[in-house]
């Protein structure tokens, strides 16, 4: 299966924007989905398709994507942004498995 | 709303077979079309897909785990669950189950949404 990368840590200033990116192959063929977890709990997903965010989920997390990289943007962080972010897509295997990215620590500062 | 639940043994002894089940409630597992998977991550580390189950029966699994996992399905209990054999303390983890969403497309898009609270399984003697 393909790999997803991610940025270690990024680091963000309250009420500015960060943009925390993730890097395939699969993300060619595949858009990714976007999962916010805390410490000790479940992750949540935020967003996924072209920029699809679930219900209950500020507007101020957003999605994109451009050839194999594909992008969160937190425009105007809170302090409760701050989590580890899993971008996941399908592998370009093209046996339909999954792949996680390497995780980003989003620190809200 | 739909919601997921693990359970089984916290703790396996090594060179056994880990067991958990994720019951679903809410709707019933075998409405819409919906995969049902199965994820973990070890303490302090990334996310680690495992696997995935259809109502039919189908299943996909994570290729460095193929060897040792089994997804079934109990449509009459509305559960799903997890077997994985011959465990290591590699295979301390928190389990997850998550169901699965599929869209088709030229650029196809998947997403997990919910999750289960996750449960904690330790190998050790």
């Known amino acids: 299966s393909s790999e997803l990368t991610q940025d270690p840590a990024v680091s963000v200033a309250l009420g500015q924007t960060v943009r925390i990116t993730c890097q395939g192959d699969s993300l060619r063929s595949y858009y990714a989905s976007w999962y916010q977890q805390k410490p000790g709990q479940a992750p949540v997903l935020v967003i996924y398709?072209?920029?699809n965010r679930p219900s209950g989920i500020p507007d101020r997390f957003s999605g994109s994507s451009s050839g194999n990289t594909a992008s969160l943007t937190i425009t105007g962080a809170q302090a409760e942004d701050e989590a580890d972010y899993y971008c996941?897509?399908?592998?370009?295997?093209?046996?339909?498995?999954?792949?996680f990215g390497t995780g980003t620590k989003v620190t809200v500062l | 709303q739909v919601q997921l639940q693990e359970s089984g043994p916290g703790l396996v002894k090594p060179s056994q077979t880990l067991s958990l089940t994720c019951t679903v409630s809410g709707g019933s597992i075998s409405s819409g079309s919906y995969y049902w998977s199965w994820i973990r991550q070890p303490a302090g580390k990334g996310l680690e897909w495992i696997g995935r189950i259809y109502t039919s029966g189908s299943t996909n699994y994570n290729p460095s785990l193929k060897s040792r996992v089994t997804i079934s399905v109990d449509t009459s209990k509305n559960q799903f669950s997890l077997k994985l054999s011959s465990v290591t303390a590699a295979d301390t983890a928190v389990y997850y189950c998550?169901?699965?969403?599929?869209?088709?497309?030229?650029?196809?898009?998947?997403?997990?949404?919910?999750w289960g609270q996750g449960t904690l399984v330790t190998v050790s003697s």
């Open positions: 398709g072209k920029n």
């Open positions: 996941n897509s399908r592998d370009s295997s093209g046996n339909h498995l999954n792949v």
């Open positions: 998550a169901r699965e969403s599929v869209v088709p497309a030229a650029k196809g898009v998947n997403w997990f949404d919910p």
